[in-house]
């Protein structure tokens, strides 16, 4: 049955981390000077995102070697992805951001650890001193206002092991643009001057432009509106809470408990949901995270509103370039009462989690975008989903190897549950699970566990 992850019983605070050096890498053939349009999708994603890259060593490959074939390999995917040199700034006519692909370079700093990968322990445990292996504020090099749009540290470890850290503003992709990327980035750390690019990227982000004029065809009950212009706010916060104190847990399903979860799901009452993984998952989580809000029982008929992320790729008509490198997810979300999703089968909760997922077509997406272009505002709903799961970020192909874990750095939000991947060792089926990050005050934490445990059992 689905198992509470049991971290180390300690966990090391400082990585013991020194910064050799700084640089600027520029793009290793002249690009045109141009400003970037974004998206209405892109627009209210104004903050950094840290993903974690751990290699085990390779004697081929010393870190020395590697770092200087990254150096190289980012100077040229620099090139068609010139807006990762670039700077953010607000076109004042239009009062939108932009970037303006100037050139200014990406930022690429060189670390050591004086500890090993196996003494800075497990790696799929959140440890909040991975911090330290991607430095993306107060970087001696750079101006006060000056703010890359992409970090890139490598942290070379005692055993000759390292960890390469990014550190992107979320603006320049999403998850599956990021994961080409680094396909990219990889294709060119190869010892080939003449080696194509695995995937060539489409940068062209008019393809997401809104409707002239804009149509909002559907009310977005999952959106929010802003107060202030989002012209006025350079980074306006997406799910601001109060600062709090909250416990964070691990909660892992192992393949057998998502298969049985499947099982759970197959209702004869709601025969055309899509009975995935991540609508089983998704539809675990937002019962046991709705059930274990303070005074549940005094209002039953609380409506609880998951969100999740839904890509629009193939979803629109015609369909996104694959390699399209903005943003090109979509929230979507599921409502019900915190009555239904006690004491309702489990099978109707994924249907409509499923139903949430079916309901972002070509003209649902296009309205929501549209919506942006009039209103402003942000996904609204109880807690956000936002799943790592799949991503598939280990299973790049370097020079020196696959990574043994790619994670997120992880924040502390009571408004954001994480789905990230176990460890792939190869061997057993042990990658096909999930490992559910929550993070919530001490009476909801105590709450949302027994519910996992409960929910698992009947």
């Known amino acids: ?138 970087i001696d090099l750079l101006e006060k206002d000056d703010k890359p749009l992409c970090i890139i540290q490598v942290t070379s470890f005692k055993c000759g092991g390292f960890a390469m850290g990014f550190s992107t503003n979320h603006i320049t992709f999403d998850g599956i643009s990021f994961k080409i990327f680094l396909q990219n980035l990889a294709s060119q750390a190869f010892d080939d001057d003449n080696k194509p690019l695995a995937i060539v990227p489409c940068n062209d982000r008019t393809l997401l432009a809104a409707r002239n004029p804009p149509r909002v065809t559907f009310p977005h009950v999952e959106l929010l509106k802003l107060e202030v212009p989002i012209g006025e ?35 004869e009452n709601a025969p055309d949901a899509k009975i995935t993984g991540f609508n089983v998952v998704t539809s675990y989580v937002w019962r046991c995270k709705a059930l274990s809000r303070e005074n549940y029982e005094e209002n039953p008929e609380r409506i609880s509103t998951v969100l999740f992320a839904v890509d629009i790729r193939t979803r629109l008509n015609p369909p996104l370039p694959r390699s399209y490198t903005g943003n090109a997810v979509l929230t979507s979300y599921a409502s019900a009462t915190c009555h239904e999703l006690e004491e309702g089968p489990f099978g109707k909760i994924v249907d409509l989690v499923s139903q949430g997922g079916m309901r972002m077509n070509d003209e649902y997406a296009r309205s929501a975008i549209d919506w942006g272009e009039i209103y402003k505002g942000f996904p609204n709903g109880e807690f956000l989903i936002s ?24 924040c502390h ?31 909801q934490m105590e709450k949302f566990e027994s519910y996992f445990h409960k929910f698992m059992l009947v």
């Open 1 to 138: 049955m689905g198992t509470l992850y049991q971290p180390l019983e300690s966990t090391i605070q400082d990585l013991k981390v020194t910064i050799h050096d700084t640089s600027l890498v520029f793009p290793s053939q002249e690009t045109q000077r141009r400003p970037m349009f974004l998206s209405n999708i892109d627009q209210v994603l104004n903050f950094d995102v840290q993903t974690l890259h751990f290699f085990n060593a390779n004697p081929e490959f010393p870190p020395e070697i590697v770092r200087e074939r990254l150096r190289i390999a980012l100077s040229r995917v620099l090139v068609p992805y010139d807006f990762l040199a670039g700077r953010l700034k607000m076109n004042q006519e239009s009062k939108r951001l932009e970037i303006d692909c100037n050139c200014a370079g990406a930022v690429f700093l060189v670390a050591s650890s004086e500890l090993t990968l196996e003494e800075i322990g497990d790696l799929v445990y959140p440890n909040p001193a991975f911090r330290q292996l991607i430095v993306h504020e107060n």
């Open 387 to 410: 799943s790592w799961w799949k991503l598939g970020f280990s299973q790049v192909e370097y020079p020196w190897g696959k990574p043994k874990y790619s994670c997120p750095v992880v």
């Open 233 to 267: 706010e350079l980074n306006p916060k997406v799910f601001e809470t109060l600062q709090e104190e909250l416990d964070f847990k691990i909660f892992r399903l192992n393949s057998s408990d998502i298969s049985s979860l499947k099982e759970k799901a197959k209702d």
């Open 413 to 443: 939000r009571k408004d954001i549950i994480l789905l990230f991947p176990n460890i792939d060792d190869g061997i057993s089926n042990n990658n096909d699970g999930v490992n559910i990050f929550v993070a919530l005050p001490p009476k």
